[in-house]
């Protein structure tokens, strides 16, 4: 067993699963999510650009710049952005699984896109993860003090689309790892979230707490994290670190739980379960 391996992608999901930590921190010291969304850019950006520079990571072949900036809008604003308003919106607990349906919208996109060929446990695991987020709508999680209630409709669409841009790191990002290092494309595809973001913030006086919220969701949850995976699937195959990488979700959860005072009703951790199933079911068929 690959010790070294399984520790460095143990680390990535652990620093992920903080993100909705270090958000709702934020958001308690009157930090919107479009402003959080800027700053996790912004910060991530200097530790991403500040590696490129110093390792001489710049190149940038013109044929790629279409498609850097189409992940940029998607990948960086659009993800990032959606994800806060899931967080502040449903939960820390619920946007981290939410988050997991991307490998059912790979699933659904490279059907209707490239027409691959829908397998049993392709269909299986879409099921699956449809039926997991309709048992989470029916219940969601609850924070310290308040009554459980059903999903509220910008939560669920927040997280969904959360994991729609997600899945693009597994399709665009994949074609990207073969030719960039990971501080070499987040050098240009942040800029351009940053700049979609920026005309939205309403920047609010920030304290202490809050800048530290940010400053951590930017290297511990970014920065930090994508390092980690990074390294990890240098000892590892990609599939095994993916199976391990899904462990967000649920330290995500238990965080949560202990931290922030979140709890999921029975329904919600059924409902998560059964959509962290589809995506073991997605990897392992592949």
Do not use: H
Not at 112 to 130: G, M, N, T
Request: charged share 10%; proline share 2%; glycine share 10%.
């Amino acid at each position: 067993m690959n010790l070294k391996g399984y520790g460095f992608i143990v680390a990535a999901a652990s620093c992920w699963a903080f993100i909705g930590i270090f958000s709702s921190i934020a958001f308690a010291q009157g930090v919107a999510p479009m402003e959080v969304a800027f700053w996790r850019a912004l910060f991530a950006w200097l530790c991403f650009g500040g590696q490129a520079l110093i390792l001489g990571q710049t190149r940038l072949e013109k044929r790629d710049i279409p498609l850097l900036g189409f992940f940029g809008v998607f990948g960086i604003f659009l993800f990032y952005v959606s994800y806060q308003y899931a967080v502040k919106t449903g939960g820390a607990a619920l946007a981290a699984v939410l988050l997991y349906t991307a490998p059912a919208w790979v699933v659904v996109c490279s059907f209707f896109i490239f027409r691959e060929r829908l397998s049993v446990y392709k269909v299986l695991a879409v099921v699956l993860v449809i039926t997991g987020v309709y048992l989470i709508s029916r219940s969601g999680g609850t924070k310290a003090g308040e009554a459980a209630s059903s999903l509220g409709l910008l939560a669920l669409l927040s997280g969904l689309t959360a994991g729609l841009c997600y899945s693009l790191y597994y399709t665009v990002g994949k074609y990207f790892s073969g030719r960039y290092t990971s501080a070499n494309l987040f050098l240009y595809v942040l800029p351009v979230g940053i700049a979609c973001i920026l005309p939205f913030v309403d920047f609010a006086p920030k304290n202490v707490s809050a800048w530290g919220a940010l400053i951590a969701l930017a290297t511990v949850s970014t920065y930090v994290a994508n390092f980690c995976y990074y390294q990890g699937v240098k000892y590892l195959e990609a599939g095994r670190a993916s199976i391990v990488a899904t462990l967000e979700p649920v330290v995500a959860t238990a965080a949560a739980y202990v931290i922030l005072g979140e709890s999921l009703s029975l329904l919600g951790y059924l409902g998560a379960a059964v959509i962290i199933t589809a995506v073991m079911i997605t990897i392992l068929a592949k």
